[in-house]
């Protein structure tokens, strides 16, 4: 490629398959999730990046989605149930289930001249991150998942069952967080958390991740998913489980790289190229 697909728009367009933007509804369990796919330029399929937001979303890493479309590959952007004016209510475990919605809607005959089924890589961001790697384990046909500025629920909920002073603590950080989330309310997601904080901790299920690619990008500067509570603790236990192909590095920035918008576009490329 000729073309920094990072700082660089494409100058040879293809008349017969320019890139472009497809709207998509997708169904999870009969709720219509509302999302966009950048179609890549060039007769497909393409393989195509999933982009997955966090709680509650306000980074859709739009320029992220761009770059990657640049690179020649698909990429999709949605919203879970709940969120962001996607019919249902939002639930972390809806999360999961609402991942696997979307890879099947692109695996579906209506994408097949599309997207290239066989090649879907899942980029999630904060709790975007910690999804990507549940569905990922349950999808044995994922094989490439980046984690940035990840978030490790199951170690949030370890925080919240230490004390009831810890728990109000999230209590109260949710609060404004679930506004943009129908149905949601702070008190049950926490409650979710508990009744799930052994299945939703990723450290624990190391092993599982032996046949990904993965890349774990945080930032040094992060408040909300600081990387000692849970970017390091899972890099380590990844290490030590031996997972073959692991790229990190962290970044010198905020939680949603304000500063190192740059510097992640590029990392997440030259991963996926790599």
């Known amino acids: ?17 320019p890139s472009g933007l497809e709207h998509l509804n997708i169904d999870s369990d009969r709720y219509n999730m509302l999302g966009v796919l950048l179609r ?11 982009i997955l937001h966090g709680f509650p979303g306000h980074e859709n890493n739009f320029d992220l989605a761009h770059a990657i479309n640049r690179a020649g ?12 004016g996607s019919e249902g209510e939002f639930s972390f475990s809806n999360m999961i289930d609402d991942v696997h919605a979307c890879l099947g809607h692109l695996r579906s005959p209506e994408w097949t001249e599309t997207v290239w089924g066989e090649r879907i890589a ?3 961001h904060s709790m975007g991150g910690w999804a990507a790697m549940m569905t990922a384990m349950e999808d044995p046909s994922i094989h490439e998942v980046a984690f940035l500025a990840g ?44 009744k799930n904080c052994e299945k939703w901790e990723l450290i624990g299920k190391a092993r599982r991740m032996t046949n990904l690619r993965i890349l774990m990008v945080g930032a040094s500067r992060d408040t909300t998913a600081s990387p000692e509570l849970h970017h390091m603790p899972l890099s380590r236990g ?25 510097a992640l576009c590029r990392t997440v490329i030259n991963w996926l190229g790599s």
Do not use: C
């Not at 590959?73 to 962001?84: C, D, L």
């Open 40 to 50: 890549a330029q060039g007769p497909g399929p393409h393989p195509t990046a999933v």
């Open 151 to 194: 978030f490790n629920l199951g170690g949030l909920a370890s925080f919240i069952t230490e004390s009831g002073f810890n728990r109000k603590i999230v209590e109260a950080s949710f609060g404004p967080l679930v506004r943009p989330l129908g149905g949601a309310d702070p008190i049950t997601l926490i409650d979710e958390i508990e």
């Open 73 to 84: 590959w698909n990429s999709v952007v949605f919203h879970y149930r709940g969120a962001w």
């Open 238 to 262: 990844l290490k030590y489980a031996g997972i073959p192909s692991l790229t990190e590095l962290i970044l010198d920035s905020d939680h949603n790289f304000s500063d190192r918008r740059i």
């Open 122 to 124: 899942l980029i999630g």
């Open 1 to 17: 490629m000729d073309l920094d697909p990072v700082t660089q728009d494409i100058d040879i367009i293809d008349a017969d398959h």
